[in-house]
Every structure is written in C-alpha cells, then in structure tokens.
C-alpha cells in the first residue's frame, strides 16, 4: 500500500517537473485559442497540424482525460481529436506521460440505500470520510500510429467499515486499464487489451468529466465485478474493439468482442457495439464527457448492443450540451435499455437466472453557469424488472418484480476550480425499493448525502 502511494505521490511530481517541456508559449487556452489554432475545444474537429516538435505525443488516443498540455491550458478532454499521423516530417521520439484522478469524499447515507430489506435499522444514518478512487495513470506514444494507455484502481473504498468491524486501510491497487492502440487510419483503429466495455454513452465516460457525482446504477450492473454475470472488472473487460470515424466524422463506431463470461474457455465470446451520430460538433474522444463546461455545442445520438449467448441488451441514447442564454449552456443526458439473459436456464453458457428482462430510464440534466464556475444538475434512473417464469428459479414472478425493481432520483451542484483539475462536487440522492412487509409490499424511499473533491492531472 505504501508502494502505491509513492507511485501516486510520483506521478503527480513527475508529471510538474516535466510538464515545462510540453508548453508552448502564447497559449492561453484550448477553446478559441488564437495562438493555437489547432488545439480545439470538446467536440471540435482538427484542421491543422500541431507545429511542434512533440507531434507524435499529442496522438496519444487512449487516455482517460486530456494530456498535460491540455490539462495546463484548459483540463477539458481533448484527447482524440487530432488528424490520425501519416507521413509527418518531424522525426519521431516515443513519449510517456504519467498523472492520478483522485476522488474524496465526506458522506451521510441511511442504512436502507444500499441494504432495504436486510438493514437492521434502514433508517438511521451512518456518516464518515472515504477515499473513493485513487488512480495513477500512464500513457504514450510508441510509434507514429500506436498508442498505450494503463490505470490502477482501489478495488475498494479507503475508511469504510470491514465485515469484522475494522475499518478498511490497507487496500491493494489492481490494474484497472490496460490497453494498446493501433491507427490503421481515421476510419479504422484497433484497441486491444483490458479496456472499458459498454454499449451506452455513460458507461463510456471518463471518471474525471463526469457531471453527477457517479456513474449510473442500472445500465450496466451486470458487469462491475468478477462475481457479476460479465464477470466484468469496474466495466472493463479483455478482448479486442475496433473503432472509427466516418463521414466527414459525424458518425462513429465501435464494435469488439471480448471474454464476457468465462465457465470453461470453451463458452461464446461477447460482441459489443456502438454507432454514434454527431449532429455538430464532433466528439473523438475515447472516454466520452459528461458535460463539456460551455465548450462547443454537441448534439449526439448513439445506438447500441451488448450479447453473450442467451444475454441480450440493446440500448438508446442522447446527449445534448449547447449554449443557452448569456450565462452558461445547458447538458442533457438521457439514455433507455431493454436487457435480459434469456429463457433457457438449462443451458451451461445461459444467463437466464442471472439477468433479469428489465427496462433502464436514464436521465441528468444540469446548467452550467459559466462566470460563477456553478453547475446545478439533477439526476433520474429508474430499473424496471419484468423476469419470465424461467429466470426467477421458481420464486413468484410478480413478487421477484418488485422486489428486483427500484429507481434513484436526486441532484446536487457543482463548483470547479479549475474545470475538472479540481472541483467539489455536493450531492443528494434518494434511493426508492418495494420493500417487503407482513402485508406485501410498501414502497420505501432512503437518503444519501456526498461531498466530494476530485483533483485530476495528466
């Protein structure tokens, strides 16, 4: 533990010592930048080369937020919005860079939110401070058109209460990323190894832009741990994703099959797609952002699929951030998924007592106002459980239902320092279940409370 936290303290060192190199004077920003043309705002596409010396570094495509030089100029995601490298006169010399996302937070939740039915006291609140995640990040640039990116995770929460009534200190980081990319051109790269998997635009967003103070809770459950049905890790699984940009970059791709869930080496594989239209600005980034703080004007929609054997998901989304009025711009995030794991539990490869028929509403809306640095956002998600017989193991269909359905609705607000370099971020959801009584079932609503302080450089 204390290995990894050196690494951490040495990352965020190494990165300031280093980072006089990557800076071009005159650049005052990203967005507009008169004296750095080619460095666009979210969603804008390139029209020019980069002039210096560093070309090949800044090509880097698989980062989870924007690269030093960004960072320093305006911590908005930038990464992939270059033209892919081709014959480029300046002499090329790989690059590494390294940076951490941290997220903290001091919280107050009723036992009820995570536990309703088992809670002794689900009403009472429990309070204390919690390191969230603590990830140190490395990418670079090993060639012209090739790229990689690794990341590290706490597989749990630093402060939290452990089973035997210690608290939780001593955790052991795992990596989280680990991936290379390959640009054959524009319209096809190839990205292999450990990387994040969803058919949706929230769970393709970097954990440093997100807008609400989490990821959403619904629309991929099924693939967060080793024992979950994906057998995921945090969303991440093994195996190879094809991407690209076509028509004039408006339309995106992604479509990869990867290990999914693992019985015997013998089982399917899984296949993961995504198809993305940009409306206007267009958006190149790998890890996609949850809101872009007034920069540019997005307007996506995006289709997808997620399939493993008797799994089946397919899902809808859109995302809207554009200027509104003379203060800020507004973000709209709103998405749907209908998912299940079949109706043939008898089969070895079946996920049809593992994932449930449900539908997933998604939505989060917030205002950013852009001289006060403030950002108001509300946030809904609703699970919908509809099993069939053969997927509740003999429990009462209707019973199985409520008792699997629930939905979350809150909001909060935002203030950023230094847009997402640092910010707090004060929340309060609200988790509602069917909880069971002697007389069936009463539906039950419990708090939670976060506030919490992200720092973020690479």
């Known amino acids: 533990m204390r290995l ?96 951490a996302i941290v997220h903290m937070f001091a919280s107050s939740e009723q036992d009820g939110y995570s536990n309703p039915q088992g809670a002794a006291t689900p009403t009472s609140w429990n309070r204390g401070f919690t390191l969230y995640r603590a990830r140190v990040l490395v990418g670079g640039q090993l060639s012209k058109k090739g790229s990689f990116f690794m990341e590290t995770e706490l597989p749990s929460a630093i402060g939290g209460p452990n089973p035997d009534g210690t608290k939780n ?103 993961v797609g995504r198809f993305a239209y940009n409306f206007l600005d267009r958006e190149k980034d790998y890890y996609y952002a949850g809101t872009n703080l007034g920069k540019g004007k997005t307007l996506t929609w995006a289709a997808g699929f997620d399939a493993q054997s008797s799994y089946h998901n397919f899902s809808s989304d859109l995302f809207l951030d554009h200027p509104l009025g003379d203060a800020g711009s507004i973000t709209l995030n709103g998405a749907f998924q209908y998912m299940t794991g079949g109706t043939n539990p008898g089969s070895q490869y079946s996920f049809a007592s593992l994932i449930p028929a449900q539908t997933v509403e998604f939505l989060e809306l917030g205002y950013y106002f852009r001289a006060a640095k403030i950002q108001p956002w509300i946030k809904y998600e609703n699970e919908d459980v509809s099993a069939k017989p053969q ?68």
């Open 4 to 99: 990894y936290f050196l690494l951490l303290a040495g990352a965020l060192s190494a990165n300031l010592a280093y980072s006089k190199p990557f800076y071009h004077p005159g650049s005052v920003g990203v967005a507009g930048n008169p004296g750095n043309a080619w460095a666009e705002g979210p969603g804008k596409d390139s029209t020019q080369n980069p002039p210096s010396a560093d070309t090949a570094f800044r090509q880097n495509l698989l980062l989870e937020g924007p690269n030093s030089y960004y960072l320093r100029s305006s911590p908005l995601f930038n990464i992939n919005k270059k033209h892919i490298l081709g014959n480029d006169a300046t002499p090329f010399k790989p690059s590494i860079q390294v940076g």
């Open 169 to 271: 200190v001593k955790v052991s980081p795992i990596i989280l990323d680990a991936q290379y990319q390959y640009n054959f051109s524009n319209a096809f790269q190839i990205i292999a190894g450990q990387q994040l998997v969803s058919n949706n635009r929230n769970g393709l967003q970097g954990a440093a832009a997100l807008m609400a103070n989490d990821f959403s809770y619904f629309q991929y459950p099924y693939n967060l741990f080793a024992n979950s049905p994906l057998q995921g890790n945090f969303g991440r699984d093994l195996g190879i994703n094809t991407r690209g940009f076509l028509f004039s970059d408006h339309l995106e791709y992604r479509v990869g099959m990867f290990t999914g869930r693992n019985v015997d080496n013998k089982g399917p594989l899984r296949f």
């Open 391 to 458: 997927q509740t193991k003999g429990q009462d269909v209707g019973t199985f239902n409520k008792y699997n359905s629930s939905h979350v609705f809150g909001g909060g607000v935002n203030y950023f320092f230094n847009d997402f370099g640092t910010n707090l971020r004060l929340s309060y959801m609200t988790r509602g279940y069917n909880v069971a009584t002697l007389n069936g079932f009463e539906k039950k609503t419990y708090g939670q409370v976060w506030l919490q302080l992200q720092f973020f450089i690479f």
